[in-house]
């Protein structure tokens, strides 16, 4: 059973920084195509934010670049996204997705609140 957990979300002041994990497990690392990391804002539509290929290549939305960064651990199977500088309007619900393809799995989801 596919498994896939988010964590490290929390209350943090505009400037300050969090780093968000998604942990997978139930699947091998060799089926996944990229892990990718969306966030969604009250009344909005979820957005991507960052990616995380099987050959490392990563991507980011404009709107983090330059802030954020996603990492991966293949041993413990987990993803990080390390936020820096945040700002209030990065204040969102973060999901991690698991990419297989012609498969997805989605965790639940960790809440980020930046307060001005």
């Known amino acids: 059973q596919v498994q896939v957990v988010e964590s490290g979300g929390g209350l943090v002041q505009a400037g300050g920084s969090l780093r968000l994990s998604c942990a997978a497990s139930?699947?091998?690392?060799?089926?996944?195509?990229?892990i990718d990391w969306y966030r969604q804002a009250p009344g909005s539509r979820r957005e991507f934010v960052a990616r995380i290929s099987s050959g490392g290549v990563t991507n980011y939305a404009d709107s983090v670049k330059g802030r954020f960064t996603i990492s991966r651990d293949n041993v413990k199977n987990t993803v990080y996204l390390q936020m820096n500088d945040l700002k209030p309007e990065d204040t969102a619900v973060y999901y991690c997705?698991?990419?297989?393809?012609?498969?997805?799995?989605w965790g639940q989801g960790t809440q980020v609140t930046v307060s001005s």
């Open positions: 139930g699947l091998t690392t060799s089926s996944i195509n990229g």
């Open positions: 997705n698991i990419d297989l393809g012609r498969l997805a799995y």
